[in-house]
């Protein structure tokens, strides 16, 4: 499966941004989806996860302001991102795998999509 990232952009504290994920190759109703991100200097980060049965996951530091979703008649991977914050500034990446073992550790998911940058301002 192919996967691309966009959506992206600069947004102020406290306000939201909706990242897209397409996937292509394979019905992405076959993959748990999930989403990391990178912030300068700093190695790459589970962020959420969603897998075939509809359960998610959040990191510590998202739980209760970013929602991972599906859409798989679209074939399409979100992340809705609600009250921003400067330290949520990164390069977001879209990843998919048939069955992560660990869905927080990065080598556990096989598909990645090419990342889209995130800037929060204070």
């Known amino acids: 499966v192919q996967l691309q990232a966009s959506g992206g952009g600069l947004v102020q504290a406290g306000g939201s941004l909706r990242l897209s994920c397409a996937a292509s190759?394979?019905?992405?109703?076959?993959?748990?989806v999930g989403w990391f991100h990178q912030a300068p200097g700093k190695e790459r980060e589970f962020v959420a996860a969603n897998n075939w049965s509809g359960s998610t996951y959040y990191s510590d530091s998202v739980k209760g302001r970013f929602t991972i979703s599906r859409d798989n008649a679209k074939n399409m991977v979100y992340l809705q991102m609600n009250s921003l914050k400067p330290e949520d500034t990164a390069v977001y990446y879209c990843?998919?795998?048939?069955?992560?073992?660990?869905?927080?550790?990065?080598?556990?998911?096989?598909?990645w999509g090419q990342g889209t940058l995130v800037t929060v301002s204070s």
């Open positions: 990843t998919a795998d048939p069955a992560p073992r660990t869905i927080v550790t990065l080598t556990a998911w096989t598909y």
């Open positions: 190759g394979r019905p992405v109703s076959s993959y748990a």
